[in-house]
C-alpha cells in the first residue's frame, strides 16, 4: 500500500464514506492534483510527517444557475481534503488550500465542491466568506459568484502534462529525503518509494 493509499483511506474513515475516494491506482487514470503538506521538521524520525492533503481537478458538469437553468461548465473541483485529526483547526488546512489556489490560479468562487462535509462548509465560510449556495440536483456544491468569472482549465497539452502529479508543499526547510510519514506512525509501515511526489511548475 502506498502512501496515497494511506491517506486515502484515512480521509475517507474522517469522512464516514464507505470507501476511498484517493488512491494511488485513481491517481494514475485521472488528471488529478494532489497537493501534500508535510512537516519536515516532525521528530523523532526526523524524516518528516505529512499534515494532510487536498485533491483537485477539472470535471464537466451539467450546474443548475439560480434561474434553475442547465449550464455546462469544467470548472475546478474540490475532490478531497484532509488534515490529520490530531492537527485540524491549526490553520494548516487553510495554509495549504491557499497555495492550491496561488497554485491554480482560482478563486474560491470559482470552485465546484464534490460533497462537501460540514467541517469543509464551515472552513470555506470563515476562511474565504462562502455561504450562499446554488442548489443544484447533483453532489457537487457551488456558491454565489460561481458565474459570474468562470474559470477556463488549462490548454490541453498542459493538463496532460499535469496527469495524476502530486506536489509537496512543505511549510518548513526540506533536511533529508526520506518517506514522509504520519505523526506518530510507525515507520515500518511507510512506503519506501516516494518518487511521485514533487513540486508543481
Ligand atoms: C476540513 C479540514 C480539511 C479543514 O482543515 P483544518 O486544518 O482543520 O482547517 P483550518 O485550521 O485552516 O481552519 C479551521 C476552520 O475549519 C472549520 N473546521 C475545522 N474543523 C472543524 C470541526 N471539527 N468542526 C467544525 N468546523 C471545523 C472551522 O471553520 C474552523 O474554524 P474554527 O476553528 O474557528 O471554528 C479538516 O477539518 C479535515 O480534514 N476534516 C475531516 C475531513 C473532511 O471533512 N474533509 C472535507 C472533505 S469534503
Redesign the pocket.
Known sequence: MTIIDELGKA?AK??HLPAPITSASRMQSNRHVMYILKDTSARPAGKGAIV?F?KVGYKKLFVLDDREAHNEVEPLC?L??????S???????????QHMLQKERVEPHQLA????????L??L???YNLETTVPQVNNFVIFEGFFAHQHRPPATSLRATRRSRAAAVDPVPAEGHGGPRWPGWDHSTAPESQGGLTAPT
Do not use: W
Not at 478531497?80 to 485529526?85: G, L, N, R, T, V
Open positions: 480521509s474522517a469522512q494532510g487536498l474540490i478531497d481534503f484532509y488534515i490529520h485529526e492537527l485540524q483547526r491549526h490553520g494548516h488546512g487553510r495554509e495549504l488550500f465542491i464534490d460533497r462537501p462535509s460540514q467541517k469543509l464551515k472552513f465560510n470563515k476562511h
